[in-house]
């Protein structure tokens, strides 16, 4: 069975003060990782796709990276507006296979 | 262009009534997907359709829950009766797959709609 397990469960920084959240996951034969945001009362917004290990992809402040096991989200001087929950998800199956979630961390940015 | 759409917002009902959820997707997508989201969990994936056929509907609870994706375009999600443990939030999701990649070797990304609260009381 497919796990998909994110920490922290939350985080708070002050604005300005990088860190990384974690994903890691068990599928058998993995297909893509996936990364969203998800606001308060809003459908999750779709932020990056990582297909192989070692792939890198950059979008503002946010840079997500894979491993065989792990993925990461890196927040580099994340700003107020970046708060948020951060959902990530494995598909095993191609094409339009539906995805497995984690439970999210939930981010807070202090001005 | 218009993202997806979801229709009722919010909806309150009482338990044993029944209750429908519609979903619009992006236009020309081909696959469409139905999660729901309990407070605090990731969405976890009640039925997915290729064109208008469902391909996997194993987490569906077939006893009170039924879908359908006519023309494969719209699709409406049903529960009857409704439990009080149905409350949460119902997700549509489309997605675009290129022709001869529906079961193909990568995995492409969903589109979410705002979804839809449920409440039962």
């Known amino acids: 069975e497919d796990q998909v397990t994110q920490s922290p469960e939350a985080l708070r920084l002050q604005e300005g003060e990088s860190s990384s959240l974690n994903c890691s996951y068990t599928?058998?034969?993995?297909?893509?990782l996936f990364w969203y945001r998800q606001d308060p009362g809003k459908g999750p917004e779709f932020l990056f796709t990582?297909?192989?290990a070692g792939e890198e992809k950059e979008k503002e402040r946010l840079k997500a990276t894979l491993t065989k096991k792990e993925s990461f989200l890196h927040i580099t001087a994340p700003k107020p507006e970046d708060s948020a929950t951060y959902l990530c998800a494995a598909s095993s199956g191609g094409g339009a296979d539906g995805l497995t979630f984690g439970k999210g961390t939930h981010l807070i940015i202090q001005p | 262009e218009a993202g997806v759409v979801q229709s009722p917002r919010y909806k309150i009902i009482e338990k044993k009534q029944p209750v429908a959820f519609w979903c619009n997707p992006i236009s020309g997508h081909n696959t469409l997907y139905w999660y729901l989201q309990n407070l605090g969990q990731g969405p976890e994936l009640l039925i997915r359709?290729?064109?208008?056929?469902?391909?996997?509907d194993s987490q569906l609870p077939k006893d009170r829950f039924s879908a359908e994706r006519l023309k494969g375009v719209d699709s409406t999600l049903k529960i009857q009766p409704a439990e009080l443990g149905d409350s949460a939030v119902y997700l549509c999701?489309?997605?675009?797959?290129?022709?001869?990649?529906?079961?193909?070797?990568?995995?492409?990304?969903?589109?979410f709609g705002p979804g839809t609260r449920l409440t039962v009381t």
């Open positions: 599928v058998s034969g993995l297909r893509g």
């Open positions: 990582l297909y192989s």
């Open positions: 359709y290729e064109n208008e056929e469902a391909v996997d």
């Open positions: 999701a489309s997605s675009l797959c290129p022709t001869g990649t529906l079961t193909g070797p990568l995995s492409y990304e969903q589109y």
